[in-house]
């Protein structure tokens, strides 16, 4: 239901913006509205970490430290979408990135969804 | 911030047998953990929430248990669809949501 898209090789420095559809194909009453929504990163042969997250409304959003300032995760609940600005990439951001749903409630927790991952790699 | 310890980092197990993880929090967490399934090439997979919830459509060979700093994550008997690396997540104190490092589960 997640689908990622925008990852690719870019130079140190440089940005590239990631996003993801919920094709919201789902039995469920709810809807892409109404959940928490995250980015998750797996460097290559390494294990997870989370990098972001939006509130459901966009209202509350919260970063990786390393990501501060450099990242910035949006959304568009019309367009069922997700997304993660990335500036100022660096090398140690080279990874598989998820789009996770998160929580339908005040705040998030686990993610009972994911997409397949998107590969950005960011090497000279 | 939270720090989750796996261990341990490579479990050996034959089909059949009883395989038991451990998740330790540097932390209370009370019982807001959740553990994930992932297989190479694929994306993680909800197992646990809740420290013992098994999620939508996990069989009951797979469980969990646990509450505050030590949690456990235990598959009964182990089938050839169950070699995997697995990791634990805390959802109490945050941000960040953390992970932990991950074990891997393989055949003996």
């Known amino acids: 239901q997640l689908v990622e898209s925008g990852g690719g090789l870019v130079q140190p420095g440089g940005s590239l913006r990631l996003s993801c559809l919920d094709s919201g194909f789902t039995f469920s009453s709810f809807t892409f509205s109404s959940f928490w929504m995250s980015w998750v990163r797996q460097a290559p042969g390494k294990g997870l970490e989370w990098v972001a997250n939006?509130?459901?409304?966009?209202?509350?959003?919260y970063y990786l430290d390393s990501v501060k300032g450099r990242f910035t995760i949006s959304r568009d609940n019309a367009k069922n979408s997700l997304y993660l600005q990335m500036n100022s990439l660096r090398a140690e951001d080279t990874a598989l990135y998820y789009c996770?749903?998160?929580?339908?409630?005040?705040?998030?927790?686990?993610?009972?969804?994911w997409g397949q991952g998107i590969l950005v790699t960011v090497s000279a | 911030e939270i720090v989750m310890t796996q261990s341990p980092v490579t479990l050996s197990v034959s089909p059949g047998d009883r395989a038991t993880l451990s998740c330790r929090a540097s932390?209370?967490?009370?019982?807001?953990l959740a553990w994930y399934q992932q297989k190479p090439g694929q994306a993680p997979r909800l197992l646990i929430y809740?420290?013992?919830t098994r999620a939508t459509g996990v069989p009951d060979r797979i469980s969990g248990s646990g509450s505050g700093t030590e949690f456990t994550l235990t598959i009964s008997s182990l089938q050839s669809e169950d070699f995997a690396f697995y990791y634990c997540q805390e959802y109490n104190n945050w941000p960040p949501w953390t992970f932990g490092q991950g074990t891997k589960v393989e055949i003996k």
């Open positions: 996770a749903r998160g929580s339908s409630g005040w705040f998030d927790g686990y993610y009972d969804s």
């Open positions: 809740g420290a013992s």
């Open positions: 939006i509130k459901q409304d966009g209202s509350e959003k």
């Open positions: 932390q209370n967490v009370n019982s807001n």
